[in-house]
């Protein structure tokens, strides 16, 4: 497997965690209480887009040659990066 597959299977399967956090967001904020459902609500919409925003950044990387996979990926790490505290600072708040 090249690094950039490698790369890319990472990347899939940390979407796939997210998504999995999504789905607990989305389960806990179904229990919560009016006003607590408001900020659960507006936290996952929050981390929906966010998510949205990384398939797409992930679409892109799979499509690009070697090359330009290379020059995509320093971007795209610290995206990722960001997208990952965004998760943790989210659950974070509702523990």
């Known amino acids: 497997m090249s690094k950039r597959d490698a790369y890319i299977e990472k990347m899939k399967a940390q979407i796939d965690l997210w998504n999995a956090e999504i789905e607990?967001?989305?389960a806990q904020a179904h229990k919560?209480?009016?006003?607590a459902r408001l900020?659960?609500?507006e936290q996952l919409a929050d981390m929906r887009a966010q998510r949205e925003s990384m398939r797409e950044q992930?679409?892109?990387l799979q499509d690009a040659s070697e090359q330009a996979f290379e020059r995509l990926r320093a971007g795209s790490e610290a995206a990722w990066d960001e997208m990952a505290r965004a998760f943790r600072d989210a659950v974070a708040k509702f523990r």
């Open 24 to 26: 607990k967001f989305e």
């Open 32 to 35: 919560a209480e009016a006003d």
């Open 39 to 41: 900020r659960y609500e």
């Open 58 to 60: 992930l679409r892109t």
